[in-house]
Every structure is written in structure tokens, then in C-alpha cells.
């Protein structure tokens, strides 16, 4: 793909790519030894010291954040989109497993207590982020077992091998899994075997046919094929936090339990807000103590719940299928409710209403694609759609809001040209603990190790300041509401005049030109709470208003 003389692909990570694809599609197998030297050849951005002997503690930390505990103890892991595609491959025993998480990465994955690990996959994506996550975590395991090997003590060996920062995270994302962690590297070389059971299109347009109807047959009573709906692609935590505002009765128990823990940072923060120090809001940070304070408290999770269904929200947790839960919303019952005062909006032309929000917890790269086109095939009409999601930033500061305009898909090779909904006037009121940026140049891409510097470089002269995972497969989506075939390739396509509201909206989670400022040495925490609900703000105020268009 070309802009001007400048190229848009590096033949590197290109060749990387195909590697292993095309032994995933001749043998259903691979062994991740077989595909380290193309992985160190990309130079990725998040594994910069790939080919040397030292320990890239970053990729380290990245990838352990992103695979569940049990990996250590894995030798084989197994990918399928359904539980259809297990059984037929002779794995019907795996309703049985062990349901196991991580804890940077939202995926259904099952572990037989033994050696294997079976994950779900919702598109392409998946594998090609399970693949890169495995193959840096591989090279760094095996790193450390060339040095701890043979130690009567390798708990100290690892005090030579990462800094103190470094190994404290360890020590803490780990708990008390650590020792056992040590004792597996110390011990074994590593070398996965991952098998995929089906590649197919078939496979993950059924999933993700399968995932809808589960959800639609939840939600039988609304009829979701009679009804307009509001699209949202954001989490499901921020948007029905701030339409039920359940935080602003249980303040006073949330504080206390803020205290109670201690935390000197969060007390800080807290008191930061409230002296007017820093102007973050004090109920998006209510919400941030809530999810803390959910975890160990079931009781205020239940008032939670019944505060929800109070205004008809239905949530549907995923079965058998994409895991990806939803949460389906009547306009009707938000009619007269309190908001948000700095949204200055009116609610009462909702009691009108026939059309829903369908809320989704974000995918994962090309799953987007599958999941709106289903949606848009089994729904009266769509409205609006609404993305809101992370994004590495190369021009702007952790926690700020980036709105694009113009989005590169690697995927497709398309440039679209979007009037988005949303410019920096939509959070003059709501938004003052960074900036905004609209009109933004962003590049979708294939995965998040899939970049090095001489790439990022090159989309930096040609504008691009923002990368993420979502944007061009929903624009794939997109383009088959309107026009008369699937989504092209290698085209610049208009998207300024659409007949719903387009909005799309990223919050900097990543600055991948700045050292020490990537997601593999630190985690996403209160950065970006405030940059997530103003943005889910708008997209609430959007809903609202567009909806006068049709009572």
C-alpha cells in the first residue's frame, strides 16, 4: 500500500505473518521454536531487545499479563471458535475443564488441570495475538533458563536478571504464583505447541451467528429484530454506571472503604479532587473504587444489579461462543432519569422511543467486523455506532482523548475518510484532565506486537498519530450498510455522508516512541478513568439527542 512514495507495510513483519499463518493452514500445528527468528527478525516495538541474550523485562511483563497463570504448566494449547469445533475434534470433555483468566486480556480460556490449554477465538485476531504473545513470552522464558538453570536457589538468580521494579511487578501481577513460575523456567525450556482446529471464515461467521442468537433469545421479549438500535462498542462498566448513577447514594460506604484500605495513592487522589487540586471528577472516581469495592462486597453488587434492572438494562454473559458480553438497553425506561448536569440534556422524549442500545464489551481486532455486520443484519435499523476504545499514541500524553477523522486499515488496505460525530466541543464540559485532539490520522492494526520503529516512523510522517486494534474492521462493517457489496481493498472511501451518526472516540493508553511509558513496564490504572467517561458522556448525550430526530 502506498501514499505518496511512502510504503505502508514493512516486509519484515509481513513475512512474519505469513510464517506462521501458513503453517497454521497446512498442519493445524505449530511449534512457536519454529517461528522465533522471524518474530526477533520484525524488530517489534514491544520487544525491542527480542535477539539479544539480555532479558527483555517489558515483552516479559506484556506477555505475562496477557496469558493466564496455568501457561506455565501448559505444553499444548488448542484454538477453536466453538464448543462445536472442540467436540468434533474430539475434545467433547472440555465443559469440564477449568475455566482460567488473565489479567490483561479478555478471553474465554479453559485449562484441563494436566498440560493443555483450549482458548476461544472470535476472528483471524486472536490467533495472531496469542501467536506474537506466546512466541515473546517463549524467547524470554528460555532466556531465563539458560541463567537459572541448575541454581540451588533461582529465586535470587532473578534478582540478576531484572531490576528491582521490574521484578517487584513480577513478584506482584504473580502473587503467590511466583515461586511456582520460578521453579517452571528454572527448570524446563520452553517450547508450545499450538494447534488450530479450524481457520475457516465459516467457523467464526457461526460463532459469531451463534453469540447473536444467544443473545437475542435473552432478550426474546424485546424483539431486538423489530427495534432501531444504538450501537456501542465500549466496556460494560462506564456506560450503565453513569445512566444509573449508583454511586452517588453508596458514597459515603465507598469512602469508607477507601480509608479502610489505605491506599495512599487513591487517598490522595481522592483528596486531590475534593480540595480542587485536580479536577477530575468525583463520581468517575467513585466508580473506580466501586469496581474495587464490587470485588469483595457482594451486597453492593446486588444493589448494583437492581439499580440496572430498575432501567431495564439486560446484561447477556456470553455461552459457548465469543466472549464478549452485552448489555441491551431500552431508551423508553431512561426517560425522566437524573444525568449527569454537565450533559445538559432532557430525557423525557425517550417515553417515545422503540430503539435499544446494544452495548458490547470492545473485541478484539478483526472480531469487530463480524460482530457489527451480524447485528446490522438482524436488527430493524441502526442509528448510530459508537467506538470507544485504547489506543497508542504518538503525539499525545497517556490519558488524553483522540477523535480521528481518517482511518489506515491494515486489514484491508482501505483509507476512510470519516465525518465523525464527535470534535473537541463535545468535551469542553465534561474532560479537563487532558487534551483533546481531534481530527486525527489513525492506523488500525493486525496486532499489538506487529509494529517496529522504522513503521511507527513512517505513519508519523505521513500524519498517522494513532494506532489501535478496531477502527478499520468496523469500518469494514460500515461500509456493507450502505453500498451494494462486501467491503473493498486497496481503496480511499468517503465516508462523510452516512444515513446513521458515526462516532469514534480513543483514549491514549500507550506512547510506544517513549521508553518506559509502554503497557509492558506499566499498567493502565486512574489514567484513563477520566478520558473513558467523558467519553462515554458523549456518546450518551449523542443517543439522546439523535433520538428527538425519530419521537
Known sequence: ???G??????????????TYRSLLKSSGKIHISKIMDSHIAMKSVLHEKAGGKQVDAAAFVYALLRLPFCIWRTESIILGQSYSVFKKNGYSGIGTWKRVEAPGRRRKMLFD???TLALYIASVTDVDDLITLLTAFQI????????LAGLKNPENGMEKLFASSDLNRIRLICGKDYSSLVKYISKRRADWIVTLLSGSYVEYAKATQRWWDHVASMAHDLRLYRRAVYFVSSNTHSLVNLLTRFVVTEEKELTRYLYEGKNELLISLWEQIENGTYTGSREH????IAKKYAAVNPDFVKRKHNREQSLGVLSVAP???LDINTQIIPLSRLAGISLDDRLDVTTKHLAKSNAVIVNIDYPLGWAAYQILTEIGQNVDMVRGVYIMGKAATLNANIGDILIPTTIFDQHTKNIYALKNSFTASDFVKIFCTGSVMDEQKTVTVKGTFLQNKKILDTWYKEGYTTVEMEAGPYMSAAYEFIYYNRYQEQQFINFTNLPFDLGIVHYASDTPNSKGTNLGVRNLAYEGVE???AATLAIIKK???KEKEFV
Open 1 to 3: 500500500m502506498h501514499q
Open 5 to 18: 512514495n511512502t510504503t505502508f507495510t514493512i516486509e519484515e513483519i509481513e513475512t512474519h505473518i505469513r
Open 113 to 115: 488441570g494436566k498440560a
Open 140 to 147: 524470554e522464558w528460555n532466556k531465563m533458563n539458560d541463567a
Open 285 to 288: 472516581f467513585l466508580y473506580y
Open 319 to 321: 455461552f459457548h461462543y
Open 531 to 533: 478520558a473513558t467517561y
Open 543 to 545: 443517543i439522546i439527542e
